[in-house]
């Protein structure tokens, strides 16, 4: 392998891991946002629809979304890439040696799970944010005068409570992504030099509980709306 195609390795790992990173973090932020979807507080409706307002047109928030669009893009190129280059690699034996040795159930399959998310967050996408863009028409809602930011707490509800199949996908999706979060969190920190026999054990158990806590909290919102809707 030469110099040139090591580099080019390398750097689309590191992208990757900066980008995942950066989404890991944005996961939390939307997860506290849409929380307020439940009934957590007297107000929840409205601070929900405070905070989906703010976000939708304050100008730095607007700049945050096309850094988040372009992660997101970049994740899955790149991803894409690394895992077209690790399939065609199969035929050497040191990949085979390496692959059978080091190479987890979960970092096998990363590009499944990567593969699902990706298709939920097309129907996700289609379902919020393409209304918000116009480019698709909004659920015949009374109480949906126009699709804005604000409206979307009514929107979430209908969807999760008369559209039992996007709840289910929905469920499914994040089961998923719990999945691919247990080996992206600790191969991004691996794959940004951060492997020491001090900070790896921490790595790790922090990662195995993101990927837990994270995917249950933003399964908890259909689940509720499908039990007591």
């Known amino acids: ?38 009934p957590i507080a007297e107000n929840h409706q409205e ?31 790149i991803g894409i890439i690394l895992q077209l280059q690790n399939w065609a690699a199969r035929g050497q034996q040191q990949y085979k040696v390496r692959s059978r040795s080091t190479t987890s159930f979960m970092s096998r399959y990363i590009i499944y799970t990567g593969i699902m998310i990706l298709l939920f967050l097309a129907v996700h996408f289609y379902n919020f944010y393409f209304i918000k863009l116009g480019l698709v028409a909004a659920p015949d809602l009374a109480n949906i005068a126009h699709p804005q930011e604000e409206h979307f707490y009514e929107l979430a509800v209908y969807l999760f409570t008369n559209e039992i199949g996007y709840s289910v996908l929905y469920i ?16 991004a920190f691996q794959t940004l030099g951060l492997n020491h026999k001090k900070y790896t054990p921490a790595i790790k158990m922090i990662g195995n509980l993101y990927s837990i806590v994270i995917p ?13 809707g």
Request: glycine share 6%; aromatic share 16%.
């Open 1 to 38: 392998m030469s110099y040139q195609n090591v580099f080019s390795s390398i750097t689309k790992k590191v992208t990757t891991a900066i980008a995942g990173l950066f989404l890991i973090m944005f996961l939390m932020v939307h997860l506290g946002i849409n929380l307020f979807i439940l």
């Open 216 to 228: 249950i909290g933003y399964i908890m919102i259909p689940l509720y709306f499908m039990i007591y």
């Open 172 to 187: 499914v999706a994040f089961i998923f992504l719990g999945i691919h979060l247990n080996h992206a969190f600790q191969s």
């Open 47 to 77: 601070m929900f629809a405070s905070a989906a307002h703010f976000m939708g047109t304050n100008w730095i928030i607007k700049v945050f979304e096309i850094v988040l669009m372009g992660a997101i893009l970049i994740h899955v190129i």
